[in-house]
Every structure is written in C-alpha cells, then in structure tokens.
C-alpha cells in the first residue's frame, strides 16, 4: 500500500519518505516491494532535499489503530492501488506461465493471530477451483519453498522465487481469488481484477480496491485480534455460489 500513497511523486520532483520525520522505515519486505520505484526514498535518504514524509510504517499504518484486542479502523483512508516496477528479466520472467488463468489462494498468512478470522475454508475454495475448471478455466495456485498453504488437488502448482516473482506471474493472469492480504494488494498493483474474501475483520472500505468484488458476508468489520465468532459467521455466510457468481462476472466478459 506504501507504493500507492508515493504514486505520482516522481512526476513533481518529490521522493516519499515513509518514516517517522527522521528516519526512513522500512520493514523486512520493503526492500523487494520497492526495488526500482522512483517515487519512494530508501534508508539513508533522510537529508536529500526532495524528500516529502509521509508517517506511514510498521507500527504506524494510518489505516487502523491498536485498542486492547482489536483493531479500529480509519475510514478515512483508502487504499489507492500500488506499483511494481519490474525490470527487463522480471517481465521475462513473469510471461512463463502464459496468461489467461486464474490464480487462487485458499490460505492467507497463516502464522499470524488473526489467520482464522480470515480463514473461509479450503474445502470451499477446492469447490470453487472444481467448478470453475468444470467451466473449462485454467486455474493455478503459486508455490515456494517458504509456503506453508495447502496445495489444492487438481489444481496447477507454479512455483515462484519470491513475492516479486509471483506478482510478475499474477500480471498474466485474468482473476485473482483470495482473502484479504498480500496478494490482493499485488492483484491491484499489477491490475489483475479479483474477488477477495474479507468478512467480518477488515473493512473493504478501508484495504479494499474498487477494481475488485469484495464479500463480507453482510458483516461490519470487527478488527478483532482474537478467534472470533462474529468473523467466522460473516465468512460462512459467502456461499461458493456467490465467489463463482463474482469470478464468472470477470471471466465470462473477459472471454466474450
């Protein structure tokens, strides 16, 4: 999300400085996100005089704030879709696996404390990956030596060397299904359309993009920071129906 709060900076003569007004901030995957992005100000920029801070950074996101064992989120912010500026053998890269297929992920950040608030179930997206190669799609689930997700049978497994890679590969693709996370935020910055589970934990008003369907299941986003049962009712409540409805919009038009 940094990446879309710097969009444009480069154009009038500004770098952004996510930082707290001394130091640039970056986070162990800023780095990789940020590699080639003229808009953005690395470490050890802190004195160049086309520096413009912005107070955005682990610990400090502008999109929520920390009371007790939630969330609370500001609806004042939204999220503005990304960048990623491949280079010449990135977007080589990223065209190995053709295009046209749709790339579906049924775990998101499994290690954090909040993943079963955001779980809808790999049964269900397993439903969702047979009725849509029954309808003839090509659907494809990204791999790495660091994932711990759970491989869906029948479905085709692409290997990626880092969330870099995977973005050049997701770029190809017509549709990215998911919750809510990392690889919606990548959809967005590569353009990719997607429907994105959220629930009853983040609001799509806040994280969410309006070049995607985002289902709550009806809910009002809680934030908790626990296993909850108001997000686990909101994640039952998106049938497979209404995710194969919500990918047919995007597929069958494509296609037409």
């Given at each position: 999300m940094g990446t879309g709060l710097a969009r444009g900076a480069f154009s009038k003569g500004k770098r952004i400085a996510l930082g707290d007004g001394r130091r640039i901030l970056w986070d162990e995957h800023s780095a990789e996100i940020f590699r080639g992005n003229p808009n953005l100000a690395p470490p050890g920029s802190e004195r160049d005089p086309d520096i413009e801070w912005l107070p955005y950074y682990k610990g400090h996101r502008l999109y929520n704030r920390r009371v007790g064992n939630r969330w609370v989120w500001n609806f004042n912010f939204h999220?503005?879709?990304?960048?990623?500026?491949?280079?010449?053998?990135?977007?080589?890269?990223?065209?190995?696996?053709?295009?046209?297929?749709?790339?579906?992920?049924?775990?998101?950040?499994?290690?954090?404390?909040?993943?079963?608030?955001?779980?809808?179930?790999?049964?269900?997206?397993?439903?969702?990956?047979?009725?849509?190669?029954g309808q003839g799609f090509r659907v494809a689930q990204f791999r790495s030596r660091k994932s711990a997700t759970v491989a869906l049978p029948g479905v085709e497994q692409i290997a990626t060397a880092s969330f870099r890679d995977a973005l050049a590969v997701l770029s190809h693709a017509a549709l990215y299904i998911g919750s809510e996370g990392g690889l919606h935020h990548g959809a967005a910055a590569v353009r990719v359309?997607?429907?994105?589970?959220?629930?009853?934990?983040?609001?799509?008003?806040?994280?969410?993009?309006?070049?995607?369907?985002?289902?709550?299941?009806?809910?009002?986003?809680?934030?908790?920071?626990?296993?909850?049962s108001h997000c686990r009712k909101a994640l039952a409540a998106i049938s497979v129906d209404d995710v194969v409805a919500a990918a047919n919009n995007f597929l069958l038009e494509e296609a037409a």
């Open positions: 999220a503005v879709p990304g960048e990623i500026y491949f280079d010449t053998d990135e977007l080589a890269a990223g065209r190995r696996h053709g295009q046209g297929f749709v790339v579906i992920e049924p775990q998101s950040a499994q290690w954090k404390p909040v993943a079963p608030n955001k779980d809808w179930g790999v049964q269900k997206f397993q439903a969702v990956t047979e009725r849509l190669r359309p997607g429907v994105v589970l959220f629930g009853g934990f983040v609001p799509p008003e806040v994280t969410g993009y309006a070049s995607h369907v985002n289902l709550t299941g009806g809910a009002t986003a809680c934030g908790s920071l626990r296993r909850c």
